[in-house]
């Protein structure tokens, strides 16, 4: 089976490979396995002062079908106070229980593969129970196949991303529901796809679409789903930038934050920001973040830090400057809680990918490591120890959703390539035990599943 490439950082990196192959390649220093760096206490409220950003206020509606973007009477027009929020701070967010939870995988053919696309699931996240789901004539699009996994409540999907318009709905009990498409006529690329319970509506995000002058008009939008009889699709202007790029989005509370890219034409990120938009009204506002570029999906465990989320942003590849950020959920102040290093011999001499936070409070990372010629890792960071190591390597960092975790099993899930196959791994958090499965074709994306009691 040969290995995917899934995004423009593979394809850098392929380029990067080529203009090396007829050089002589230096030996390579020894890497560190572990390294000591800052104790951090997970939801502590002190911010740095070079850090800390107010949000930008920007209230929409969704756009009616003509493409009119509706604003509501009540836009606010000043910027909230970070000390006095509209939320008080210590709000309780009501978690649901859980009862349970499974494991979506997505794999695909190859990128260039038309409708090479295939789900599958492992009931109560043990890979002993691992089984496709069919869906006739494959998922993906004409022009070859990428995939991502949403899932929530009552059901969990599998997006198409380039170059599709399809979004493939499936049942709780694991069996194909429906195929509804987002702009059939359109090239979009679409990234995540979440669920609004109080308006009973889907929300799709999208780098891109097409414009009648140009298929490279970057999104400043994210698409709004509305099933039914006969489905509703609209959309809400989330930035005043073109070139905002909704990526990874994670609902907490009456809140959806969505990571803004803001990739250019040549897909160099200049800018890092959120958005974050009101579930009740779809009012946005927008939190600048210190480093570019969030690529990561956006992490929350109310377990572990009920007032922050967290996610790793990548800056330019190879240029040193992402980071692991911490973001206030309520006042909206960020902290970087871990950098980039181009120091040789340091482990987070590389770039930020994606990251999971298990129940204990430990950090499983997945970084991609320059000195040893994109070797990926995962690292575990125990923030109040001050204590990052490598665990793993040898990651498929470059899957739409590269890895997660299951708090009822305590398993982290990514996948591993080995020479040309790709393994599916599932490593107990706590003890480190490791099962692993040997995927028929190339990883797309992994997420867990819940169901509620």
């Known amino acids: ?3 995917i490439v899934f995004s423009v950082l593979a394809l850098i990196l392929l380029v990067f490979l080529v203009s090396c192959e007829d050089s002589t390649l230096p030996d390579l220093p020894d890497m560190d396995e572990s390294m000591d760096v800052d104790a951090f206490e997970i939801g502590d409220e002190e911010t740095n002062d070079d850090s800390d950003q107010n949000p930008e206020n920007d209230s929409s ?5 003509n493409g009119e973007t509706n604003i509501p009477d009540n836009d606010p027009t000043e910027n909230p106070d970070p000390e006095t929020p509209d939320e008080t701070p210590d709000e309780e967010i009501s978690e649901p229980e859980i009862a349970a939870s499974h494991l979506i995988v997505a794999t695909v053919g190859g990128y260039d593969v038309p409708m090479s696309g295939h789900v599958y699931y492992a009931k109560d996240g043990n890979l002993a129970n691992f089984k496709e789901i069919p869906v006739a004539g494959g998922m993906g699009s004409s022009d070859g196949a990428d995939l991502n996994v949403a899932a929530w409540e009552n059901g969990f999907a ?7 318009s399809s979004l493939y709905f499936f049942t709780p009990d694991f069996e194909f529901e429906s195929e509804i498409q987002i702009k059939p006529d359109t090239y979009i690329n679409m990234q995540d796809m979440v669920y609004n319970p109080f308006k009973d509506e889907f929300i799709v995000s999208a780098l891109n679409f097409d414009t009648p002058s140009s298929k490279q008009q970057y999104s400043n939008r994210i698409f709004v789903l509305k099933k039914g009889t006969e489905n509703k699709i609209s959309e809400l202007e989330i930035s005043d930038n073109e070139s905002a790029s909704p990526a990874k989005m994670k609902v907490v509370g009456k809140k959806l934050f969505v990571a803004l890219q803001n990739l250019d034409s040549h897909n ?9 938009v009101d579930l009740e009204d779809y009012s946005v506002e927008r939190i600048a973040l210190p480093t570019t570029n969030p690529t990561g999906k956006i992490e929350y465990n109310a377990k572990v830090d009920k007032n922050h989320i967290y996610l790793t942003t990548t800056g330019n590849w190879k240029q040193g400057d992402g980071a692991l950020l911490q973001v206030n959920i309520n006042t909206y102040d960020v902290k970087k809680v871990l950098s980039e290093s181009e120091e040789e011999n340091n482990i987070l001499d590389g770039d930020f990918v994606d990251l999971s936070i298990a129940d204990s409070g430990d950090f499983f990372i997945i970084f991609s490591n320059n000195i040893l010629y994109n070797d990926n890792s995962l690292l575990l960071y125990k923030p109040k120890e001050g204590k990052i190591s490598k665990i793993d390597s040898g990651l498929n960092a470059f899957a739409a959703n590269p890895i997660d975790y299951s708090s009822v099993n305590g398993k982290i899930y990514y996948f591993v390539d080995k020479k040309s196959d790709t393994y599916l791994k599932a490593l107990d958090s706590e003890t480190f035990d490791e099962t692993e499965l040997l995927l028929e074709y190339g990883p797309a994306a992994l997420r867990v599943k819940y169901d509620y009691k």
């Open 158 to 164: 599998v997006v198409g991303r380039h170059d599709s």
């Open 61 to 65: 509606e969704p756009a009616d079908d």
């Open 1 to 3: 089976m040969k290995k």
């Open 268 to 276: 160099t990120s200049a800018k890092g920001e959120i958005a974050v």
